[in-house]
T-cell receptor
């Protein structure tokens, strides 16, 4: 068990470019979450997958954002036409789904995005 | 409102001392969970401690303990015998529908040698 991994760890891009981040959850964790964390703030929920199904999206996830988890394993988060306001740390977390009680989410190291 | 409030943006304490971080939250539920997460500088977030609201006993994990006051909707974290490795951002969090977490704004804790 190597924990949640995210790639790349850092990304610098120019405004208007597209970027894609990858998250590999802990194996056999069927729940996967994406969060965004801006400087000086706590993480904010973006979207949630149960296996390959995207079950919830935050209003923060504009139409420039898309997330997938095609085989219920790794997930990608793509941002199209990046804006400077997209600069943030993007965190991925996974948890098992074994019913009650509420499961602990395990976080990856994050991808820090800087849009110039 | 699904809010979690941490009113202490920064705190510092001498090594080996005890420090308490505050957290308050909103809820209309009777049974729920609360978490404290730690985010060390440039490292990933890890769970420090969790509390189930229906349990009256405060959770304890080694040097970390909570003071859970359900009526006051307060959930503070006490770190005893603080160590240099405790230097980090600390976030209070609550899960809501689909167990997505709502976090407070965090407290930056510095342990001074």
């Amino acid at each position: 068990d190597t924990g949640v991994s995210q790639n790349p760890r850092h990304k610098i891009t120019k405004r208007g470019q597209n970027v894609t981040f990858r998250c590999d959850p802990i194996s056999e964790h069927n729940r996967l979450y994406w969060y965004r964390q801006t400087l000086g703030q706590g993480p904010e929920f973006l979207t949630y997958f149960q296996n390959e199904a995207q079950l919830e999206k935050s209003r923060l996830l504009s139409d420039r954002f898309s997330a997938e988890r095609p085989k219920g394993s790794f997930s990608t988060l793509e941002i199209q036409r990046t804006e400077q306001g997209d600069s943030a740390m993007y965190l991925c977390a996974s948890s098992p789904s074994r019913g009650n009680p509420v499961q602990t989410q395990y976080f990856g190291p994050g991808t820090r995005l800087l849009v110039l | 409102a699904q809010t979690v409030t941490q009113s202490q943006p920064e705190m510092s304490v001498q090594e080996a001392e005890t420090v308490t971080l505050s957290c308050t939250y909103d809820t209309s539920e009777n049974n729920y969970y609360l978490f404290w997460y730690k985010q060390p500088p440039s490292r990933q977030m890890i769970l420090v401690i969790r509390q189930e609201a229906y349990k009256q006993q405060n959770a304890t994990e080694n040097r970390f303990s909570v003071n859970f006051q359900k009526a006051a909707k307060s959930f503070s974290l006490k770190i005893s015998d603080s160590q240099l490795g405790d230097t980090a951002m600390y976030f209070c969090a609550r899960p809501f529908g689909n167990e997505k977490l709502t976090f407070g704004t965090g407290t930056r804790l510095t342990i001074i040698p």
